[in-house]
């Protein structure tokens, strides 16, 4: 074991391939389904919404997928991201347990969410694509595409839901600096976007329906077609980039983790980190234990069914097997933007029903909690939905501490909280408070999931 | 040459010293004189302040002072910072010139101030002190010093000017974050604040106020001492870590620069990265430009006099000779809070009287254009006060282009923008203007100078 704290890999270390956990899985996932046969939907299907690259990666079935150099070349800017072992927090635990971290904040954007745009703007631009669509809640995708779109000259445009676009101006000025063009949705731009406004004029917009939005306008048009951040199995399959890093700077570190740890909302910044360490497994190496945390108000796998559903409340989606506590579920508003979905990635959920990966829900106040002091400790304010994975890292390592053991845990820290002050805020003025989802309304939702034949 | 574009230091390659430039003066610098007397300060003039080891630092001649190793510790979390080759921008610009910077924003804090925050917690600490004091404008050094504090298990109290406490509410979370506790300045916990209170109940505070409150606050309790985050000569000192690694890093980049830019409002992150360079060349190296950038409405070195002056508007700190514009002089409202000083560190200073470095003054409308066209290339979104520094790095590297010159251009960039993305807000819905200072208010200030005999 080295003395260092940081271990950084030098440039030509950014991984050449990402990594297909579907070459691996002991059973093959379920089909993707047409929203209206409720067959199997072919590349053809997609072609309106995305690139034929990316159409194939979502259906690839190869172990190892190569990175294109362009997109290795802009990955330089900030890649390897750094792997840092926390110290000071395990001092202030007081725990015999190894904690590390991967820090995906030190992207331009302030997260792991370009690691998928990167490439997904580079395979839409290599198709002659000249603009992109795409939605935002707590703004980390939408100005992860702006920034990937800057740098190959594709045009950005942003469906920000009207709450967040009135409440985060930051976030909205970031995107702009990158070039976006911010829209508030719902918006008089789109056939969704006027019939939502007709009913509802001063709706505060949902992510179902800038969804609805981004997604019209990518159909409507073929110079332009639509990106989504999360859930997708290409985005699951960039993410790896996270994972397959950290294998080489644990090695260099010279340990090996015990438990791996990652939030999730539609579950790409934890597939990105564990899907290598699962593959390792799957092909014969050690078992981890490997734990998904979600936010209590939202608790697509420790509360949700395995089942079809859409991907969208406005059900314009393929048809996709998953857990998810249905499509018109309600979670309250909690201050995790990014975990608020209903479903859950699809390579995801598979991974939970083969009992490869645990899942585990926390309450807000207690992560924030956990933000603060890893700030005090490590420095870095981590974003709301990163404090879910501080505080399950923590509880961990505070397992080892009664236990005796020390075990190394590592997590992945997904992005800074810069742009998100306003919930630190509110926690400081005792503002923030625990928040249960309505178990009416999730009993309503799940019983409204579409009837799919086995 | 290589191909890299991070140029990243392990962690032993962290500067165990600090680079002292009072050692390689050709003559020495004028000394701080006592306001009341006029003699020259003694060290126990200044105990009240800061404990004595940053008192020996302050006076200094030796040209290398050891960096404690807890301090270089604590710079292990983010040093040695990256240099990296801005390849897209030069592309953007079409010119033959190599454009590098020194990214300091990879602090836990965002800026280069915790190079100096945190041994000036070490050595308080060292020295029994419980807590800080000290002042904030634009928020960079309060926030900093809090994490310093956060680091040592000091509390850290910032007096933070009323109008940027109510209108920065983001910064002032990252401080609260950290720990520390934040007070509007002016203040009713000070005789200097309840004295301004009682005749402006609703002044909107000034940096000369808040230095006023943090000093009266350090000098009456034995516990509590002062911490200044620029001018001051063991600042300059403890920034010089920047240039000691970027040297380092040319030689791994196999470039040597032309040209060195730093932006400048009270001196430590131009100083920090230029004064290595300027001893080499003291010490018989080759001569290369060394260029401090500042703001148009607040032209310290460009339009100010070198003379004795106080660093207060209130007028209780020693005197120090330096450019400046006089300490009754009122900068317009501009968006680099950071860059709103009246003087300019007496090293910096000595320097530009012995022509060793050039001075440039840019307006502030400008700059974002910099800043924006940085962000959109290079990712990052620069402080408002570091994209004076790109300003200047763009222009030198068209000029290079017009003069068909490959010439290698280094420049600082002392920190990033998260914090401050009302300013480009602002630009971007032009509302930011090029503003002037009141020339009647200059000519005013300058004839308040103290009368110091020679």
């Not at 600096?177 to 709706?203: M, V, W």
């Not at 539609?266 to 593959?279: E, K, Q, V, Y």
């Not at 990163?386 to 009664?402: F, G, M, N, P, Y």
Request: proline share 7%.
């Amino acid at each position: 074991m080295s003395d260092q704290i940081k271990y950084v890999l030098d440039e030509e270390n950014i991984p050449k391939s990402w990594y297909n956990l579907t070459a691996d899985f002991p059973t093959p996932m379920p089909p993707v389904l047409h929203p209206g046969t409720h067959q199997p939907v072919g590349p053809s299907d997609l072609e309106p919404l995305f690139p034929m690259e990316l159409i194939l990666q979502e259906v690839a079935t190869e172990r190892y997928i190569e990175i294109p150099e362009p997109v290795r070349d802009v990955f330089r800017m900030w890649r390897p991201a750094p792997l840092i072992r926390a110290r000071r927090l395990e001092q202030a635990l007081g725990t015999p347990a190894k904690i590390y971290f991967k820090y995906e904040g030190v992207s331009p954007a302030g997260s792991h969410k370009p690691n998928t745009a990167v490439p997904q703007a580079w395979y839409n631009k290599q198709a002659g694509i000249k603009k992109l669509s795409t939605e935002t809640g707590a703004g980390q995708w939408g100005s992860s595409l702006a920034f990937a779109g800057s740098l190959f000259g594709l045009d950005v445009l942003v469906f920000q839901v009207r709450v967040s676009y009135d409440q985060k101006p930051y976030r909205r000025a970031l995107m702009e600096t990158y070039g976006a063009r911010c829209i508030a949705s719902p918006s008089t731009e789109t056939d969704s976007g006027r019939a939502i406004l007709a009913k509802t004029p001063n709706s505060p917009g949902s992510l179902g329906i800038a969804i609805s939005e981004a997604v019209e306008v990518a159909a409507k048009n073929p110079d332009i077609k639509y990106a989504l951040g999360s859930v997708l199995n290409h985005v699951m399959l960039h993410q790896t980039i996270i994972g397959e890093e950290a294998i080489k700077q644990c090695e260099m570190a010279g340990d090996d983790p015990d438990v791996i740890i990652g939030c999730a909302g539609g579950g790409s910044n934890f597939a990105g980190l564990a899907f290598p360490f699962l593959g390792l497994q799957l092909r014969g190496g050690r078992k981890r234990r490997i734990i998904a945390v979600e936010p209590a108000a939202c608790p697509t796998l420790t509360r949700g069914t395995y089942a079809y559903d859409f991907g969208d409340t406005a059900h314009l989606t393929p048809l996709v097997k998953m857990h998810t506590l249905g499509s018109t579920f309600m979670p309250p508003g909690f201050h995790a933007g990014g975990l608020r979905y209903h479903g859950m990635s699809g390579m995801v959920s598979h991974a939970y029903e083969l009992g490869l990966i645990e899942a585990r829900a926390y309450q807000q106040v207690g992560c924030f909690e956990a933000g603060v002091q890893f700030a005090r400790t490590e420095g870095i304010v981590p974003a709301p939905e990163s404090t879910h994975a501080v505080r399950c890292a923590i509880d961990e390592a505070l397992r080892c501490k009664e236990e005796g053991k020390s075990e190394t845990i590592l997590f992945n820290l997904s992005g800074h909280g810069h742009f998100d002050m306003q919930a630190y805020i509110n926690y400081f003025e005792g503002k923030l408070v625990d928040q249960d989802y309505d178990e009416a309304d999730l009993a309503t939702a799940l019983a409204g999931l579409p009837a799919v034949a086995a």
